[in-house]
Nanobody
Framework: QVHLVESGGGLVQAGGSLRLSCAAS????????MGWFRQAPGKEREFVAG????????DYANSVKGRFTLSRDNAKNTVYLQMNSLKPEDTAVYYC??????????????????WGQGTQVTVSS
């Protein structure tokens, strides 16, 4: 069982920045990966960014490349999503999630084993 706690959401003006955090506790496997997804009202949940814990390689959705950056604190088992140059279309509930046995480069909501409670990000124009 893995427990995920997100923090850092809020209201920001377009062009501003926010940093989201996701702290994981519980048993994780060496092949696990942590991803960020988001869901805007009336839309499906979509992949934003993800990191493989072993090696630290990352993937980003095209819509956030160059603006969002993942980093981590191994000691705290925490992943951070730094979001810069935010746009109104980034407004959504952001969720972190864990896939215990991640292989390849495809991030799908159906593959994720555990989810956080979500944190609201609102970008005003």
């Amino acid at each position: 069982q893995v427990h995920l706690v997100e923090s850092g959401g809020g209201l920001v003006q377009a062009g501003g920045s926010l940093r989201l955090s996701c702290a994981a506790s519980g048993r994780t496997y060496s092949s696990y990966a942590m991803g960020w997804f988001r869901q805007a009202p009336g839309k499906e949940r979509e992949f934003v960014a993800g990191m493989r814990w072993s090696g630290g390689s990352t993937d980003y959705a095209n819509s956030v490349k160059g603006r969002f950056t993942l980093s981590r604190d191994n000691a705290k088992n925490t992943v951070y999503l730094q979001m810069n140059s935010l746009k109104p279309e980034d407004t959504a509930v952001y969720y972190c999630a864990v896939d215990q046995h991640f292989y390849g480069s495809t991030w799908r909501t159906a593959r994720m084993d555990y989810w956080g409670q979500g944190t609201q990000v609102t970008v005003s124009s």
